[in-house]
């Protein structure tokens, strides 16, 4: 009898799904086509900030990622409202990162030093 609890309690772990941790990062919102680096004249033939060729990018149908220490990783939720508003900026990023991509939770301007 003492070992159903023993059980139920491993059943139930395996029965339940796993959660990433929430994680939190510095770097920057770009997009896929750019990746870490905006090669503004060549790609747009024009003089742009990070934000505008972000944003030009987007438009002609490319994904938002988070460019953070050489490494681009997607963001699944494509859809979160603060985006656009920080595109081409340095950020802080919270999610979870999940199979390469980051579910965005928050994104905030980091604090100047």
Known sequence: ?????????LAI?????????EQ???????DSDCGAKHMT???HQSEMSDAACTMA???KGAKYVFANEGKVL????????ALPEHAGHKVK?????TDGSIRVSKIEMPKEK
């Open 24 to 30: 939190t990062w510095v770097g920057k919102i770009s």
């Open 57 to 59: 990018c987007i438009e």
């Open 74 to 81: 997607n963001i699944s939720n494509q859809d979160f409202a």
């Open 93 to 97: 990023l919270t999610g979870e990162l």
């Open 13 to 21: 772990g395996m029965i339940s799904p796993s959660f990433a941790a």
């Open 41 to 43: 004249d060549a790609e």
């Open 1 to 9: 009898m003492t070992s159903l609890p023993c059980f139920l309690f």
